[in-house]
């Protein structure tokens, strides 16, 4: 199954008062955490190679470094859902398309491949991520919602279409560390 990971990256920071992706976590731009643990999926053969939808420059030379494909969302101001048409229309062959944020330096590589491989062998349409009942982020699309992804507008994500069609999702349990995202500098820890 050939699935492709498109890295949503395009976000203005408003609450984080800087660019939260290039700010420093660990020694390493928080960005950096999870393309780190996409490279390591690349070089086990789990995921394809990953797009990254980025507004910033410097994402995309951090990107390049890992051989990731950089996509350019001119647009931000849409909202989320214009990095997601971005990504989508980049691959029309993938048979699924895992999103996830670059603001989750926690999620780590073991948990990315067990909620692909849940995925893969509960034979559902959907996945998400969970953690008490909170949905979170990865989240996974089977190329039978290609068509709903293109729809979406404004700043509006995919979890639209995910509570649409419960029936038919895989909900993958993690610890919430793990679906942590950071949007407030009170956000941070350095609990890796």
Request: some cysteine.
């Amino acid at each position: 199954m050939k699935i492709r990971p498109i890295l949503l990256a395009s976000g203005n920071s408003k609450r984080f008062g800087e660019n939260k992706l290039l700010y420093s976590l660990n020694n390493k731009p928080i960005i950096c955490h999870i393309m780190d643990e996409l490279f390591n999926l690349v070089e086990k053969k789990v995921v394809t190679t990953p797009f990254v939808v980025t507004q910033y420059e410097e994402v995309s030379a951090l990107a390049k470094k890992r051989d990731f494909r950089v996509l350019w969302n001119n647009f931000p101001q849409n909202g989320i859902s214009e990095s997601i048409k971005i990504g989508v229309l980049a691959d029309n062959h993938a048979d699924a398309y895992i999103f996830l944020t670059g603001d989750q330096p926690y999620l780590k590589a073991e948990v990315i491949e067990g909620f692909i491989q849940g995925f893969i062998n509960a034979g559902k349409e959907l996945a998400c991520v969970v953690s008490d009942d909170s949905m979170g982020s990865p989240t996974i699309f089977s190329k039978k919602y290609r068509n709903e992804l293109l729809s979406l507008n404004g700043d509006i994500g995919g979890k639209i279409i995910i509570k649409k069609n419960k029936s038919g999702i895989f909900f993958y349990n993690v610890d919430f560390h793990a679906m942590k995202d950071i949007d407030e500098k009170i956000d941070l820890d350095n609990t890796f």
